[in-house]
């Protein structure tokens, strides 16, 4: 399963891609916001570090997504232009399936959403399971549903866990076989950690020591 850091922070994308782990990045408006740099920068600073990087378009309509669609995949090559799942947003993915412009469809709920994204041409879609599970629904449920469903067709689109809260999202997402998982910073952090891996390593150190004072 290919890994996806969730952000617009160019530092953290450094920090992570140094580990030799890292497949992509996923920003999104809020998470450019948040950082307030300048978007095209942003981008291109990821772009030089991951083969992968989703920027959302923000029109509402066709001829507003396409433009963007057009011009944000005119940055880079690593460039992955990210849509939402609208009846527009449809239009666009089968409009950039033409040019051969990659895509990522975002805020995906539901599997017939999935299913559409797929077949209007999506490179990527992306369920966000953790809305899901905050609205006291089972986002994993939706994973294990549209990995069903693309076992039976040879579909390209890959299918990217996103909204993800904890290291368990992550495994429960691999063990569905999932393609991707998107995942925040603090998250990934978390996922080379374990209290035992701590304890060993002092253990060994200490009885090291013994080795090297005699
Ligand atoms: C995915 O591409 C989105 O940026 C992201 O996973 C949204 O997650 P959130 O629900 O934590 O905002």
Redesign the pocket.
């Known amino acids: 399963m290919k890994l996806?850091l969730?952000t617009a922070n160019v530092a953290q994308v450094k920090e992570i891609a140094a580990w030799g782990v890292l497949d992509g990045v996923?920003?999104?408006p809020?998470?450019v916001a948040k950082e307030g740099k300048d978007f095209k920068e942003t981008v291109l600073a990821m772009c030089a570090v991951v083969p992968c990087v989703?920027a959302?378009v923000t029109a509402a309509d066709f001829e507003g997504m396409k433009k963007q669609a057009d011009e944000y995949a005119g940055w880079h090559k690593h460039v992955v232009v990210?849509v939402p799942m609208t009846t527009e947003g449809l239009k666009t993915l089968s409009y950039c399936r033409g040019k051969g412009i990659r895509t990522?469809t975002?805020l995906i709920f539901s599997a017939p959403q999935a299913l559409l994204a797929a077949k209007a041409g999506a490179t990527i879609i992306?369920p966000?399971i953790?809305?899901l599970d905050?609205a006291g629904e089972d986002g994993m449920t939706l994973i294990a549903e549209i990995m069903e469903m693309w076992g039976h067709y040879n579909l390209d689109t890959e299918v990217?866990v996103?909204?993800?809260?904890h290291p368990r999202h992550i495994v429960d997402a691999a063990r569905l076989g999932a393609h991707i998982s998107?995942v925040?910073y603090e998250v990934f952090k978390k996922l080379p950690y374990h209290p035992l891996t701590d304890t060993g390593i002092e253990k060994f150190m200490k009885d090291w020591e013994k080795v090297s004072s005699r």
């Open positions: 996806f969730d996923t920003t999104n809020s998470l989703s959302q990210k990522n975002t992306s966000f953790g809305r905050d990217l996103a909204s993800t809260r998107t925040p």
